[in-house]
């Protein structure tokens, strides 16, 4: 079954304690990203990769690092997090070029205390 | 400032009747995305519109796309309870090489029985 898989689905952590959600892809989907959705806000952009070791910016990527060392993980790191980043993160995957839709994993509701 | 709107942002509705929601964009962009989410779900693609006119149908909804005018509408035809959601346009950023997407804030649809 196609799918992104997204863990964990729920975290709860204190300011300042490094965490790493991960995001996996089973569509071999060259394209791959993560945002954040706070109510009135929509989804915001974080970080988006067009490919192993291709990463770039989107609109809010303060705070937070990514990586693409493979081509079906894109994992969302969070350095030192703060209570302004508790927020339901969603990944998402597709192919380039011909501008296919996003397949969003089920999300990962992170509260930082 | 790149900006995509929706207008509303809370529908409530009767089973039966017909309603469109409206995305602009301040953008330069001929892809445009709809999704649609359910309370506590990820979210679903239902359209990709990829060029000026672009008009795609599924069931008892219609999007279409005026890169013109920077508007996409979502139509909605004799609304059924199954369609309460919220339903997100998005847009891919021009002109540049990478794939940064905006989304719209999300119009919350109700259909009362």
């Known amino acids: 079954e196609a799918q992104v898989t997204q863990n964990p689905r729920y975290l709860i952590t204190v300011t300042g304690k490094k965490l790493t959600v991960t995001c996996s892809q089973n569509?071999?989907?060259?394209?791959m990203s993560w945002y954040r959705q706070d109510p009135g806000l929509g989804l915001r952009q974080i970080y988006y990769?067009?490919?192993?070791?291709?990463?770039d910016k989107g609109d809010v990527p303060e705070g937070y690092k990514v990586s693409r060392k493979e081509k079906r993980n894109f994992p969302l790191i969070l350095e030192s997090p703060s209570p302004n980043q508790t927020s339901l993160y969603f990944c998402?995957?597709?192919?380039?070029?011909?501008?296919?839709?996003?397949?969003f994993g089920a999300g990962t509701r992170l509260s930082v205390l | 400032e790149l900006k995509v709107e929706q207008n509303p942002l809370f529908l409530s509705m009767q089973e039966g009747k017909n309603y469109t929601i409206y995305c602009n964009y301040s953008?330069?962009?001929?892809?445009l995305y709809w999704y649609r989410q359910d309370p506590g779900k990820s979210l679903e693609s239902l359209f990709v519109?990829?060029?000026?006119?672009a008009v795609k149908q599924e069931g008892r909804l219609m999007a279409s796309l005026d890169t013109k005018a920077r508007l996409s509408t979502l139509h909605i035809t004799a609304a059924v309870h199954d369609l309460s959601a919220t339903y997100f346009c998005?847009?891919?950023?021009?002109?540049?090489?990478?794939?940064?997407?905006?989304f719209g804030p999300g119009t919350s649809l109700s259909v009362i029985p």
């Open positions: 998402a995957s597709s192919r380039v070029g011909t501008k296919n839709i996003q397949y």
């Open positions: 519109l990829l060029s000026n006119g």
């Open positions: 569509m071999n989907h060259e394209y």
């Open positions: 998005a847009v891919d950023i021009e002109p540049t090489s990478y794939d940064k997407v905006i």
């Open positions: 953008t330069t962009s001929d892809r």
């Open positions: 990769s067009m490919n192993v070791e291709v990463t």
